[in-house]
C-alpha cells in the first residue's frame, strides 16, 4: 500500500540517496538526468509543503498505517519494528531529507546492533538503491505523488478511479522495489554475524508477507474495487469529509426523486437505511506473566524505563525481547574480544587497545538499547512519566550488586538447583 497511498510517496524520498549523494547511482555524467531527478523531487517536496501542519497529517498517515496493519492481522515482532521504523520517519517533515535518512538508518541500526562499520555500509548500500530505484521511476513515481498530495492538500477524497490509476502506475515501482529490497537484502546480510542475520530473516519474512498481501488487495484497486478502508482510512477526517459531501449530495438528489414520487424518505427501492457497521474492538493483549529475573545492568534499565514511563503489558513484553536480543549480542561480543585480551600480555598496549574496543562496543550496545525502548511510550505515558533519572537509577541498583562477581556488568546466570547431600552419595 505505501508504494500507492500518499504515505508511500514520501517514505521513498525518506530514504532516497539523491538528497545525501547525488553522484551515487545514478548516471550523473549527463547534466540532464540529474537536474530531471532533482526537479522531480522538488516538485514532490513542493506539494508536501501545500498539506500544512506536518504533525498533523503524519499524525493521520500513521493511523491509517495502523488500521491497516490491526485489519490483515500483521501484528508479529518483525511487524511491530516496521510500523515503528514508519512512525519515527513519518514524524519528520518529508522536505527534512537528511534528517529522515539518518533516522531511517538509525533505527535500522540500533534494531540489529550494528557497529561503525556495518552502519556506514548499510548507509552506502541503501543511497545506492534508492538512487537507482528513483532514477529508473522517478517519472511515474512524480505522477502519482504529486497527484496525491494535491488532493488531500485540497481537502478532497481519494476515489476510486484515481487508486485504480495510481496502482496501474505504480506496478513496475512496486515489482523493481520488491527486487531491490532482496538484492538490498542479499548485500547487507554478507555484512552480518549470524544472530543479526537470524533477526533480518524474520523482518523479511514479515516484510515479503505484508507485500503478498498488498499484491493481491491491488489487483481489486485496479479493477475499481478499492474502499478508504483498504488504507485504514475509514476514520480518517479528511477523507470522510469529502465522502460525506458527496454522499449529503446523492441524498439530497435521492430525496428530491423521493418528494417526485411520494415513496417515504430514506427508503429507496425497498431498502432501509442502516448504521454503519462498527468494527470490533481490538483483542487485548495477555499481561506478561514471566517477566526475566536477570538482573544484570541492561535488566536495570529496563525496570526502570518500564516504572518510569508505567508501560503497558505490550509494551513489557517488547522491552524485555529487547532485553533478550541484548544480553544475546553482549554475550557476541564478549566472545569475540575476551579470548583476545586474556591471550595478550597483561599491560601491553595490544590489550589495552583490545579492552577499549570491547567497552565501546558494550557501551554502543546499551545506548542502542536506550534508543528502541525511547520508541517505546505512547505521548501520554511521556506527559505522565515519574521525574526518574533512568542512568542513576541504575548507577544505584548498580552499586547494590557492586560486591556480587559477575553482576555489576554481564547478565547474570542463574545458579542451578543444587542437589541434597543425602541424594548425592552413594551407598
Known amino acids: 500500500m505505501r508504494k500507492l497511498a500518499l504515505a508511500t510517496c514520501l517514505w521513498l524520498l525518506a530514504s532516497t540517496g539523491l538528497a545525501q549523494d547525488p553522484n551515487s547511482g545514478t548516471d550523473t555524467d549527463q547534466p540532464s538526468t540529474f537536474e530531471r531527478l532533482r526537479s522531480h523531487v522538488g516538485a514532490i517536496l513542493g506539494a508536501a509543503r501545500q498539506l500544512g501542519d506536518w504533525d498533523r497529517q503524519s499524525g493521520y498517515m500513521f493511523d491509517a498505517a495502523t488500521q491497516v496493519y490491526r485489519q490483515n492481522g500483521w501484528n508479529s515482532e518483525a511487524d511491530n519494528f516496521s510500523l515503528d521504523l514508519m512512525r519515527s520517519v513519518e514524524s519528520i517533515p518529508p522536505w527534512e531529507i537528511n534528517q529522515r ?4 538508518v538509525g533505527v535500522i ?3 540489529y546492533y550494528l557497529d561503525e562499520r556495518q552502519e556506514a555500509a548499510l548507509r552506502r548500500m541503501i543511497v545506492a538503491e534508492n538512487a537507482r530505484l528513483f532514477a529508473k521511476h522517478s517519472g511515474r513515481i512524480m505522477s502519482y505523488a504529486t497527484e496525491a498530495i494535491q488532493t488531500r492538500a485540497a481537502g478532497e477524497p481519494f476515489t476510486a478511479d484515481q487508486v485504480a490509476r495510481w496502482t496501474r502506475t505504480a506496478q513496475p515501482v512496486f ?3 520488491r527486487v531491490s529490497v532482496e538484492r538490498l537484502a542479499k548485500e547487507f546480510s554478507e555484512q552480518l554475524d549470524a544472530d543479526q542475520r537470524q533477526i533480518l530473516e524474520r523482518d523479511l519474512a514479515a516484510a515479503n508477507n505484508r507485500m503478498d498481501t498488498m499484491e493481491r488487495m491491488a489487483q481489486g484497486w485496479m479493477r475499481g474495487e478499492w474502499s478508504a478502508a483498504d488504507w485504514g482510512m475509514q476514520n480518517d477526517p479528511i477523507q470522510m469529509a469529502g ?3 458527496v454522499a449529503a449530495a446523492a441524498e439530497q438528489e435521492n430525496a428530491q426523486q423521493t418528494d417526485d414520487s411520494g415513496s417515504d424518505a430514506g427508503v429507496v427501492a425497498g431498502v432501509v437505511n442502516e448504521a454503519p457497521r462498527q468494527e470490533p474492538p481490538p483483542t487485548p493483549v495477555k499481561p506478561t506473566k514471566n517477566v526475566p529475573r536477570d538482573d544484570d545492568r541492561y535488566a536495570r534499565y529496563v525496570r526502570a524505563f518500564i516504572d518510569k514511563f508505567q508501560l503497558n503489558d505490550e509494551q513489557q513484553q517488547r522491552a524485555w525481547l529487547f532485553h533478550k536480543e541484548v544480553v544475546e549480542r553482549d ?5 569475540k574480544f575476551d579470548p583476545r ?8 598496549d595490544a590489550r589495552t587497545s583490545l579492552s577499549t574496543a570491547r ?9 542502542q538499547l536506550k534508543r528502541r525502548l525511547e520508541r517505546l511510550p505512547t505521548t501520554k505515558q511521556r506527559q505522565d512519566a515519574k521525574p526518574v533519572d533512568l542512568d542513576a537509577a541504575v548507577n544505584k541498583a548498580s552499586a547494590d550488586v557492586a560486591e556480587k562477581p559477575d553482576q555489576a556488568d554481564k547478565p547474570t546466570k542463574r545458579p542451578r538447583r543444587q542437589s541434597k547431600p543425602e541424594e548425592d552419595e552413594k551407598p
Open 101 to 104: 535518512f539518518d533516522t531511517f
Open 109 to 111: 541500526s540500533d534494531r
Open 175 to 177: 515489482r523493481d522495489s
Open 243 to 245: 465522502e460525506e459531501r
Open 331 to 335: 554475550a557476541t561480543l564478549r566472545r
Open 341 to 348: 585480551i586474556e591471550a595478550a600480555d597483561a599491560g601491553s
Open 359 to 367: 567497552d565501546h562496543a558494550l557501551d554502543r550496545l546499551f545506548d
